[in-house]
C-alpha cells in the first residue's frame, strides 16, 4: 500500500498524542492528499458525514522533532529553573511511548518472559515467509506477542492483540474522527478534522466514513479496559500564559495536558520539567500528584 494523504497536526513529536482519539476532541488536522489522489470529485458526498475513519501507518522508527526543533529555541528540560546536565524534555522519549492503550514493547529483553516473547515473534517472521528476509535478519523484531498498557501500570502483560499497541506486525492504524469541514481548493481536497490522535505528517492510507447503524454497538464491551479507567489530571494554566496561545489552539492543548503526556508509571518528580512541542510552541509543565503546572510557554 501507498499512502493516500498526510494529515497535519500541531503535535510533531509522540510525546504528547493522546493515547486514543478524542480524549482530545478539539485536535485540529487537515488532511492534504497526495498528487495523485488530490480530486474534488474523490470527496465528492463526504461532507455529508458527520465523522470520519482514517487508516494509517505508524512510523515507530522515526523519533519526531523535540520542541527545541518546533520553536528554535535550542531548549531542554531543566529541572528548578537550571539546564539540566541531561536531556529532561519530551523529544528523550522513546518509540515505544507512543501506545495507544498500549506500549512498552521490548528493543531488547530485560526478563525471562520478553527474551521468550522475542523468540516467538522472530520465529514467527521466519516461519511467515519461508526465510528471514536479509534486510530484516540483521535487526531484531518489532513486536511482541505480549505489551504492557499505561492502563494497567505499565507492569501487567496482556497479548498484543488485546491492545492497540503501535508495535505490531504490521504497523497500522484505525481511528475515528470528526469531521469539521472540507475545502476545496486548486490543488485538491482538504479535509479538516477535529480529535486525531495522529502526529503531525502521518500518513494516510484510505479514508471511509463512519456509519452509526454499522459501526456503533451499544451493547459492546471494553474489555479488561474497562476495569482500569484512565486517570486525567488538574491543570493549573495561569491566564497570562493562556493568553501566549493562539486562542483556536488552547482548548486541544488543555485536553493533552489533562491526559498526561508522561509515561506510563512515571516517578513523582514535582520539580522536573518537561516540554511539549504543540502548535509550534514550547510548552513546558511540571506534576505534583494529580496536578499538571503549566510553567512557560515560549
Not at 523519533?63 to 539546564?83: I, N, S
Not at 530485560?110 to 517472521?125: C, F, G, L
Not at 495522529?198 to 456503533?216: E, N
Request: proline content about 9%.
Amino acid at each position: 500500500m501507498k499512502p493516500i494523504a498526510h494529515i497535519h497536526t500541531d503535535l510533531p513529536q509522540k510525546f504528547g498524542i493522546p493515547r486514543n482519539s478524542f480524549l482530545a476532541p478539539h485536535l485540529q488536522g487537515r488532511i492534504v492528499f497526495e498528487p495523485e489522489y488530490a480530486l474534488n470529485s474523490a470527496v465528492a458526498g463526504i461532507d455529508s458525514f458527520s465523522h470520519l475513519w482514517l487508516l494509517w501507518r505508524f512510523e515507530n522508527g522515526e523519533p519526531g522533532g523535540g520542541a527545541a526543533d518546533v520553536t528554535g529555541g535550542g531548549r531542554e528540560g531543566t529541572t528548578g529553573g537550571t539546564k539540566a546536565d541531561t536531556p529532561d524534555t519530551a523529544s528523550e522519549k522513546t518509540p515505544d511511548d507512543r501506545d495507544d492503550e498500549s506500549t512498552i514493547l521490548p528493543h531488547s529483553t530485560t526478563n525471562e518472559q520478553e527474551a521468550e516473547d522475542s523468540a516467538v515473534a522472530k520465529k514467527v517472521i521466519k516461519n511467515a515467509g519461508g526465510e528471514t528476509p536479509a534486510a530484516a535478519s540483521s535487526k531484531p523484531a518489532r513486536w511482541s506477542p505480549t505489551v504492557r498498557p499505561p492502563r494497567l501500570g505499565g507492569a501487567e502483560r496482556v497479548g498484543v492483540f488485546a491492545t492497540r499497541s503501535p508495535f505490531r506486525p504490521n504497523p497500522i492504524g484505525l481511528t475515528c474522527v470528526k469531521l469539521d469541514r472540507v475545502e476545496l481548493t486548486d490543488a485538491g481536497p482538504v479535509i479538516h478534522v477535529l480529535g486525531a490522535d495522529l502526529r503531525d505528517g502521518t500518513p494516510i492510507y484510505d479514508i471511509k466514513p463512519y456509519i452509526p447503524f454499522a459501526d456503533c454497538h451499544p451493547d459492546a464491551c471494553g474489555g479488561w479496559i474497562e476495569d482500569a479507567p484512565w486517570h486525567e489530571l488538574d491543570v493549573d494554566f495561569p491566564e497570562q500564559l493562556q493568553a501566549e496561545v493562539p486562542a483556536g489552539k488552547l482548548p486541544g492543548l488543555t485536553e493533552v495536558l489533562r491526559q498526561d503526556p508522561r509515561r506510563a508509571g512515571s516517578k513523582h518528580e514535582p520539580t522536573r520539567v518537561y516540554h511539549l512541542a504543540y502548535a509550534g510552541l514550547d510548552v513546558a509543565f511540571t506534576v505534583d500528584g494529580d496536578v499538571l503546572h503549566v510553567v512557560c510557554v515560549s
